[in-house]
Structure formats: structure tokens, C-alpha cells
């Protein structure tokens, strides 16, 4: 990577965020640094929002320090944050985040007036999801627990934390590389929106045990009341069975907007294989990992998270390295994973 803010991606994004990063670093140049720069950005709000030593307030304050860099407000912002927040952080890839925000912000500036717009608007919309998060749950302190109301409630806020991130992918996709100008702009977003819905419904799912202990709930207490569930009694990995029929459900769910996902993987010109690969690797980790949270006896218990082994990861990495020129050698890897869903644990 020798572009213009090449070392942010290597040296910042490659600590901060591994599985990213290779899909990340497989991309052309053209995209690699603005949607890498894009990545950062979302995760040093992400950084802002979770340091818990800091009040929820504060943290609120912070991350709208972070947005009136993204609507033409609040010059010294960063330096704000960066003094309140880089000495908070005990993972030293997040202190090194935080520090190096002016960086970023040096290296967005120099962009296209096009893609500082995409980036803009990106970043916004996640860290509305963000606000949602401090606003709508008590403190990781106050031994409280809150759900999402509804499944509608569940829907918005994977969009706005990880659907958005299609459209935005879509739209970068469009204008930097020739060879997508036959898609349909509005169709292939819609699907880039189900596609990071999808995924994020996986970390949801995975997530479950260690969110509720944080206070957070994102089955929809509606959808618990009808299995005659409170959210509370998620934190008893005992009720594993009586939670069963609705976890099945999301899966559904989650497949459904895994088939976009795919859908719209395979609608990628097949010479652009680095963009290929780019989106078909979260699909295929994901679809294993939510095979990991069907089959799991644990899912509720904080201590036994749903993970897939590094050398698995990379193994279905080397495979779709050889299969991404042949859609149907592709979606042969896809389905083989697929399949282990419906096998018996």
C-alpha cells in the first residue's frame, strides 16, 4: 500500500480491526484508502461510545464533537477528543486510534470533495446508530437491563450501524470502478443495506450473553413477551430452550438478508475479483459463524462465546482465492457452509 495514508491502514486499521483489514487490503487502490479511512473514522466513534470510564454523557459530547467534524463545524475537535480520550484506553490499538485522529482528518481533507461527501454521510448515519446505543440503554454500571421494543426497533438500528455501510460501499463501487456502471444504483444499495443487516444480526446473535451483562438487549421485548420471556431471564443460560424459537427465527431472518448479500456478491463483474473477494469473506465467515450460533448448547453463557478458529478463516480464504472467477465454484463454497445449519449439533 504505498498511497497517501497507506500507513494509517497498516499501521491503525490492521491493529484495530484484523478481519477488516483483509477486506480491506485486497481491494484496488482507488477504494482501499477512502473506505479504509471511512472504517477508521466509524471505529474511533465506536472507540468514543465505549470507553466506560468516561461518563455516558461526556461520551455523548464527544461523539458530537466527532460529527461537527463531518458537517463543517468544530475545528478542534479532534484535539478535544484526543486529550479527554486517547489516555482512557487500556488497548493500546485504540489509544493509537484516537491519537492519530487529526491524522486521519489531514488525509480525508486531501480527498475528492465526492468521497469526503460519501464519508461524511457514512459516518453520520453510524453514529446516529451510536447515539441510539447511550441513549436508549443505562449504564454498564447501573446493573440495569433494556430491550428494544419491537422487531421494527431491531431492524432500524441494524441498519443505521451496519446497513448504511452498503449503501455507502455501493455508491464508492460506482464511482470509482468503470465496470460497475450497468448496476442499478438504487437495487444494488437496497441489497448492500439487507447485506450489512445480515451481518450484523450475526453479531447480534453471537453477541447476546455479553451485551445483556452491558445492559443491552437487542431481541425485541415484544418478540419475548409472546414466548412469555422478560429479558432478564436471557441472563440465565439455562433458558436457552424457552429462547429457542425466536433465535431460530432471527436466523431466518439473517439468511434472508445473507441471500442479498449474496445476490449482490455475485453481481460483481467477475475481473473485479479483489471487490469479489472483499464481500464474499464476510459472508462466508459469517455464514459459519452463524452455523457456530445454531448449533451452540452455550449461546447464553458469557463464558463459551461462538468463535471460528483463525486457520478456519483462513482456510476459507485460500479456497475463495482459487473460486472467485466462477460464480457458480463460489456459491458451491457458499452452500456447503449453508448446509451446516440445517445438520443436527
Known amino acids: ?175 470509482h470502478r468503470p465496470r460497475f456502471a450497468r448496476w442499478d444504483a438504487g437495487e444494488m444499495s437496497r441489497r448492500g443495506v439487507r447485506f450489512g443487516k445480515g451481518l450484523q444480526m450475526t453479531n447480534v446473535l453471537r453477541d447476546l450473553p455479553r451485551d445483556l451483562r452491558i445492559g443491552r438487549c437487542y431481541l425485541a421485548r415484544q418478540d419475548l413477551r409472546r414466548l412469555g420471556l422478560v429479558p432478564e431471564d436471557l441472563l440465565d443460560p439455562g433458558c436457552l430452550p424457552k429462547v429457542r424459537p425466536l433465535l431460530a427465527d432471527l436466523v431466518r431472518l439473517t439468511l434472508a438478508h445473507y441471500e442479498a448479500g449474496w445476490a449482490y456478491t455475485l453481481a460483481i463483474p467477475r475481473p473485479e475479483a479483489r471487490i469479489r473477494l472483499a464481500c464474499a469473506w464476510p459472508l462466508l465467515i459469517g455464514i459459519q459463524t452463524l452455523a457456530g450460533i445454531t448449533r451452540s448448547p452455550n449461546l447464553l453463557d458469557p463464558g463459551r462465546p461462538v468463535k471460528i478458529p483463525r486457520p478456519a478463516v483462513y482456510r476459507l480464504m485460500a479456497r475463495s482465492g482459487l473460486t472467485v472467477f466462477s460464480s457458480r465454484a463460489l456459491t458451491h463454497q457458499y452452500e456447503t457452509l449453508r448446509a451446516r445449519l440445517s445438520r443436527p449439533a
Not at 12 to 27: E, Q
Open 1 to 175: 500500500m504505498s498511497e497517501p495514508g497507506a500507513d494509517l491502514l497498516t499501521g491503525v486499521l490492521k491493529r484495530v480491526s484484523r478481519s477488516f483489514y483483509l477486506s480491506v487490503a485486497v481491494l484496488p487502490a482507488g477504494l482501499r484508502l477512502p473506505i479504509g479511512l471511512a472504517y477508521l473514522f466509524a471505529r474511533a466513534a465506536d472507540t468514543i461510545a465505549d470507553t466506560k470510564i468516561v461518563s455516558r454523557v461526556e461520551r455523548l459530547e464527544h461523539l458530537e464533537a466527532l460529527r461537527d467534524l463531518f458537517r463543517g463545524a468544530g475545528p478542534d475537535g479532534a484535539a478535544r477528543i484526543r486529550a479527554a480520550l486517547a489516555p482512557q484506553q487500556t488497548a493500546p490499538a485504540e489509544a493509537d486510534l484516537v491519537a492519530r485522529l487529526d491524522d486521519c482528518l489531514t488525509v480525508y481533507r486531501g480527498l475528492p470533495p465526492e468521497d469526503r461527501e460519501r464519508i461524511a454521510r457514512v459516518v453520520l448515519t453510524l453514529t446516529d446508530g451510536m447515539r441510539l446505543d447511550l441513549t436508549t440503554f443505562p449504564g454498564e454500571d447501573e446493573g440495569k437491563l433494556a430491550a428494544v421494543e419491537t422487531r421494527a426497533d431491531m431492524d432500524r438500528y441494524t441498519y443505521l450501524v451496519a446497513g448504511c455501510a452498503g449503501e455507502f460501499w455501493t455508491a464508492m463501487c460506482i464511482a
